[in-house]
């Protein structure tokens, strides 16, 4: 069965600009969890959106928000980028239950200049 | 707050020679607790994962982990190191956060380098 997807793998971005990353979870998962890595501050939470909803959020700017859709895919959305932004962001793909197994996509690369 | 720390930022051994990678842990309650692998450029993949029952966790590739309640450490092991397992490992905790939603803490991630 399919992995987790996410697109696009590599983004250049100018500063003040938005973007809008997208993951697409595993068949049959209906939770979909975003992380940020960067060298300095490692792997920190986004937010969680499971059935069309968000249920849980981490300790981002405004300028971060989400969406899921009805077939689960979800969207991260960042506005006025900044410098700091430039990190790897991951996307999480677990059922929903329990998050007892969670299965990470490639990431998207975001470059900030 | 749950947490895990990871006290190595990296990890040398020569190839064929059994490998650590330490993990410890803080935690309210029993621990959901979880090993991921990450390859330069790419996500997190999953190793292993301890929920409930035997202390001796068998995951992929032949790493395994030992849960250590007295300890509070979920070391990751590895009887005979590869040159391919040289990668970051995370050692991460399922934090819950209320209404069904939870989240994973990890550490700051361990780099091992495994010397031919």
């Known amino acids: 069965k399919a992995g987790v997807t996410q697109t696009p793998r590599y983004l250049i971005k100018t500063r003040g600009q938005q973007v809008t990353l997208s993951c697409s979870p595993i068949?049959?998962?209906?939770?979909v969890s975003w992380y940020q890595q960067t060298p300095g501050q490692g792997l920190q939470f986004l937010f969680e959106?499971?059935?069309?909803?968000?249920?849980n959020k981490g300790n981002f700017p405004g300028r971060f928000s989400g969406r899921q859709f009805s077939n689960s895919r979800s969207e991260m959305n960042v506005s006025t980028l900044e410098l700091g932004d430039s990190a790897l962001y991951l996307c999480?793909?677990?059922?929903?239950?329990?998050?007892?197994?969670?299965?990470f996509g490639q990431g998207t690369r975001l470059t900030v200049v | 707050a749950q947490s895990v720390a990871q006290p190595e930022d990296q990890v040398n051994v020569a190839e064929g020679n059994p490998l650590t990678v330490k993990c410890t842990y803080s935690?309210?309650?029993?621990?959901?607790l979880f090993w991921y692998v990450q390859y330069p450029n790419r996500g997190l993949q999953f190793l292993l994962k301890y929920i409930t029952g035997d202390n001796l966790v068998k995951g992929s590739y032949g790493f395994e982990a030992e849960f250590n309640k007295s300890q509070t450490s979920f070391h990751l092991k590895k009887p005979s190191a590869l040159v391919s397992d040289s990668a970051l490992y995370f050692c991460?905790?399922?934090?819950?956060?209320?209404?069904?939603?939870?989240?994973?803490?990890f550490g700051k991630g361990t780099k091992l380098s495994v010397i031919p």
């Open positions: 991460a905790v399922r934090v819950p956060r209320g209404a069904g939603s939870y989240q994973l803490t």
């Open positions: 999480a793909s677990t059922t929903g239950q329990d998050y007892t197994e969670a299965f």
């Open positions: 935690v309210s309650g029993n621990p959901y």
């Open positions: 959106y499971f059935s069309e909803t968000q249920r």
């Open positions: 068949s049959g998962h209906r939770s």
